[in-house]
């Protein structure tokens, strides 16, 4: 089976995969952060606000990779620390308001390419195209997890022993 524009469907999708992941490492370098701590800050803003334990499992990273992230963050003044109102013992982060201002050059050339590539299909091809995003971003999450799960061993190999 080929696609419209006929390639093969495996090869189509493999190359669209590519092209966000790329542009995702372009806008993440555009913007002086890298690539975990800019999908972090992208969690933050999306949930309002996320404790470092959960912005932990959200990345895959370790608990001490993920204070060092933050702190990162914050240096940069894309995000902070604050008590969380429900429970003043723990701790939220939070991202800076219109800190995120400075990071639209990156994402704009992204948003108005696609943008224009949405525009161009009927309106009943733009509710399939977002019924898609709606419904691979949580397969695409839960293949990130399958692949955490299946790795979790070689990956606790690789790091030294505490205290090295």
Known sequence: MATPSGGEPHVVFRQYLDAVGLQGLASAEAAGLHTSEWYALSLITLEGSLSSGELSARTGLTTGATTRLIDRLERA???????????????????VPDALDRIEGAIDPARRRVAEV???????????????????????????????AATAPRRAKSRPPKGE
């Open 77 to 95: 003044g894309y995000a902070r620390r604050a008590a969380d109102p429900a429970d003043r013992r723990r701790v939220i982060v939070e991202a």
């Open 118 to 148: 949405i525009d161009s299909y009927a309106p009943e091809q733009q509710a399939l195209l977002f019924d898609y995003f709606a419904r691979a971003a949580p397969a695409f999450r839960a293949a990130t997890e399958e692949i955490r």
